[in-house]
Nanobody, 121 residues
Framework: VQLQESGGGLAPAGVSLRLSCSPFGRTCSTYAMAWFRQAPGRAREFVAAITWSGDATYYAESVKGRFTISRDNAKNTGYLQMTSLKPEDTAVYHC???????????????WGQGTQVTVSA
């Protein structure tokens, strides 16, 4: 499955951005979906995950209460709504699909190329 992220950009601290993730070709409605991020010089970090049905979500402590992961299986698209952005949220954000356990361990079936999010102070 090829994934494509969109919605990144440059934003001042405190504002909101919404990232989208769409697969090409095969439907991802039976896969769990997750978002990861990687800042320059740092390891890739788990951000959030959602089950294939959307009935359960999981978040890193650093984004809990500020970010919301969701999905629309009818549109074959996943989302990451980011609010109250902070400069430390600056990173390349990647979406990923796979089984939930694999995603939470950082081992998805497929990755997207990523979209840059830069938050200025």
């Amino acid at each position: 499955v090829q994934l494509q992220e969109s919605g990144g950009g440059l934003a001042p601290a405190g504002v909101s951005l919404r990232l989208s993730c769409s697969p090409f070709g095969r439907t991802c409605s039976t896969y769990a979906m997750a978002w990861f991020r990687q800042a320059p010089g740092r390891a890739r970090e788990f951000v959030a995950a959602i089950t294939w049905s959307g009935d359960a979500t999981y978040y890193a402590e650093s984004v809990k209460g500020r970010f919301t992961i969701s999905r629309d299986n009818a549109k074959n698209t996943g989302y990451l709504q980011m609010t109250s952005l902070k400069p430390e949220d600056t990173a390349v954000y990647h979406c990923a699909v796979g089984d939930l356990a694999g995603l939470q361990l950082g081992a998805p079936s497929s990755w997207g190329q990523g979209t840059q999010v830069t938050v200025s102070a």
